[in-house]
């Protein structure tokens, strides 16, 4: 079965430094989103992606954070300037369509910034 | 607006019991309603959904109730299993303006269902 894939899944940061964290959706989904999840939380919506460009962001998805997908396959997210309130795990997630399809979520990349 | 707000933060039910985890929401115009199971160390994933145009869906063991005057669903977890322990999360949705389905989480109730 078709799965999201998330890279690193653990990284270690100092504060102030950029981070990339990578994903590749389900190869024929056409939404993306990434959320995190800071320890013992619940899981918040940072920002969502469709035809090349932001549908959607949070108050969290401030000027440090931005998301590119640089080729067919990959979305990334990258923490321009890390803070520790970065440390969370941070998920991607795909859907095939739009408005209530399933979506399905990525193992996530666990950002811990020190 | 977008909250979602979630109870029990934690369960303990015995084996054979019904788990029930309850959700309230204020944006009237939320129209998906998934619930997620969360194991330790993996991201979430969908284990049942519904839409307000409906009282109740049920898939196996797994049944939402909805109740759009009140703005509360919740989730009946029948027969639990050692299992299904986990974490469960309910969270609801809107279609944003380029049809892209941001979801906003519940803080989520742990669930331990014991032998």
């Known amino acids: 079965e078709p799965e999201v894939t998330q890279t690193p899944s653990h990284q270690v940061t100092q504060m102030g430094q950029e981070v990339i964290l990578r994903c590749v959706p389900i190869?024929?989904?056409?939404?993306f989103y990434w959320y995190r999840q800071i320890l013992g939380q619940k899981v918040e919506f940072l920002v969502s992606?469709?035809?090349?460009?932001?549908?959607?962001k949070s108050e969290i998805f401030d000027d440090q954070f931005s998301v590119e997908r640089p080729d067919g396959s990959n979305f990334t997210l990258k923490i321009r300037s890390t803070k520790l309130e970065d440390s969370a795990m941070y998920f991607c997630?795909?859907?095939?369509?739009?408005?209530?399809?399933?979506?399905?979520f990525g193992p996530g990349t666990r950002l811990l910034v020190l | 607006q977008q909250q979602v707000k979630q109870s029990p933060q934690s369960l303990i039910v015995q084996k054979g019991g019904i788990s029930i985890i309850n959700c309230a929401y204020e944006?009237?115009?939320?129209?998906?309603f998934p619930w997620y199971q969360q194991f330790p160390g993996k991201g979430p994933a969908l284990l049942i959904a519904?839409?307000?145009?409906?009282s109740e869906k049920k898939e196996g063991r797994f049944t939402i109730s909805f109740n759009k005057s009140a703005k509360q669903f919740s989730l009946h977890i029948m027969d639990s299993q050692p299992g299904d322990s986990a974490t469960y999360f309910c969270?609801?949705?809107?279609?944003?303006?380029?049809?892209?389905?941001?979801?906003?989480f519940g803080t989520g109730t742990r669930l331990t269902v014991i032998p």
């Open positions: 997630a795909s859907t095939l369509t739009s408005g209530g399809e399933t979506q399905y």
């Open positions: 190869s024929n989904h056409l939404y």
């Open positions: 992606f469709y035809n090349n460009e932001i549908s959607e």
């Open positions: 944006n009237t115009a939320f129209d998906y």
């Open positions: 519904i839409r307000p145009d409906v």
């Open positions: 969270a609801a949705s809107t279609r944003g303006q380029t049809g892209a389905n941001n979801l906003f």
